[in-house]
């Protein structure tokens, strides 16, 4: 059976010095303003301490900084006298307990340089299998915390690989959240969201986010990713999903009505969403815009496919919006070629167009072969 996962670090922490150095977000500072220092001095985080003020999040307090600094440097002391201890006198197991040690404390505490360092050494000092995944996943959640993407991908292939060499089902389960998260981080929402719904039914990964956390984020991806037959049979009947959107209605109000084609009132909840949830969350807020104009485009699609041809005052009545807005909105998917169909506006009707398979197929082949050519010619060039 697995070890317990120590949270370390806490990642709640970056979401809310995230919110506080967000001017848009003014509404939410003083909850998340409390509760930043209040992380902080739960875990005596004098190093995470430095970097917030740095960011003018918290006002500075030199007896705190003072206190947690005095607090860490006996902790290390008395870590460090057990390690020296354990080097002279003991085995390697207990070596490996005390770098252990030493390494999660300073990972708590937020020195990321150090914790960095000492988790690396306790990973080569470490011989059980299941040890090294733990640490290694620590690692991970430092990149995460710190928003280190280098970090992050440099060892997530190391979890993969001592996973496949004997990991358990506990942490392969875990290691799917981690890279499901760092996938939707980078704006791979279909590989990411397909990782995330795996591990819906079988989640535990309760040191990177909270249960519901992680449903609403399931959600959300799945939401744009999935077909709509998928979206009935895995999300919208999913137990894990009933049992969390009384909490979180919007959710439910952007599934149901998406799948049900009540499209104005799912662009009202893409808009509540988009304010509520998008916009606050430090994973998600990079990536709103873009969320937003594929979930549009995703509902003109799913309307269009139904009809050859409809006016433009059809489309807008069934969207909530006005015919200009249509209008505007349509022309420009359209240039940019994500939807199939044509405006005729002298008559005010929407003519869709359905493309030919064989067509695309065609053009995918061109435009692969020329980027295939290009390469052999610039390799050419350099071998010659």
């Known amino acids: 059976m697995a070890e317990e996962i120590i949270p370390i670090p806490n990642l709640s922490l970056p979401q ?8 848009t977000l003014v509404q939410l500072h003083d909850n998340a ?3 930043l220092l209040e992380g902080i001095k739960a875990d005596k985080m004098s190093p995470y301490y430095k970097l917030v003020i740095s960011a003018g999040a918290l ?8 206190s947690m600094e005095k607090d860490n440097e006996e902790e290390l002391k008395k870590l460090d006298e057990r390690l020296a201890e354990a080097e002279k006198q003991e085995g390697e197991s207990e070596i490996s307990d005390a770098l252990k040690a030493r390494a999660n404390h300073l990972t708590r505490i937020g020195d990321k340089e150090r914790a960095v360092a000492a988790q690396k050494l306790a990973l080569e000092k470490t011989p059980g299998l299941g040890s090294r995944i733990d640490i290694v996943l620590t690692l991970i959640r430092l990149g ?3 928003g280190d993407n280098g970090l992050i991908t440099e060892n997530l292939p190391k979890a993969e690989r001592f996973i496949e060499e004997g990991g358990d089902w506990d942490r392969r389960n875990r290691l799917k959240v981690y890279r499901g998260l760092h996938m939707i981080s980078i704006r791979q929402l279909k590989a990411g969201g397909a990782l995330l719904l795996d591990a819906l039914s079988t989640f535990t990964a309760t040191e990177l986010t909270t249960y519901n956390d992680f449903v609403a984020l399931t959600i959300i991806i799945n939401a744009l990713t999935l077909k709509r037959v998928d979206l009935k049979k895995r999300l919208i009947t999913a137990p894990e999903v009933i049992s969390v959107l009384p909490e979180i209605p919007i959710l439910g109000d952007l599934l149901n009505n998406l799948y049900d084609c009540h499209y104005a009132k799912f662009f009202v909840a893409l808009a509540t969403l988009e304010q509520t949830y998008l916009l606050p969350s430090r994973l998600l807020s990079p990536h709103t815009r873009y969320y937003v104009r594929e979930m549009r485009i995703l509902a003109y699609s799913q309307l269009l496919e139904s009809y050859r041809s409809l006016t ?3 489309l807008s009545g069934a969207f909530g919006v006005s015919v200009e ?6 022309s420009r998917f359209i240039a940019n070629g994500r939807l199939h169909c044509t ?9 869709t167009t359905r493309p030919s398979l064989k067509n695309a197929q065609y053009d995918k082949v ?3 072969g020329d980027v295939l050519l290009n390469s052999i010619q610039r390799l050419s060039k350099v071998l010659y």
Do not use: N
């Open 16 to 23: 809310h010095l995230f919110t506080l150095i967000s001017p």
């Open 33 to 35: 303003r409390k509760q």
């Open 59 to 66: 006002t500075p307090d030199s007896a705190l900084l003072e």
């Open 144 to 146: 995460f915390f710190f």
């Open 312 to 314: 433009l005052e059809s």
């Open 325 to 330: 807005f249509v209008d505007s909105e349509l």
């Open 343 to 351: 405006i005729d506006k002298v008559h005010g009707i929407v003519e």
């Open 366 to 368: 061109i435009k692969q």
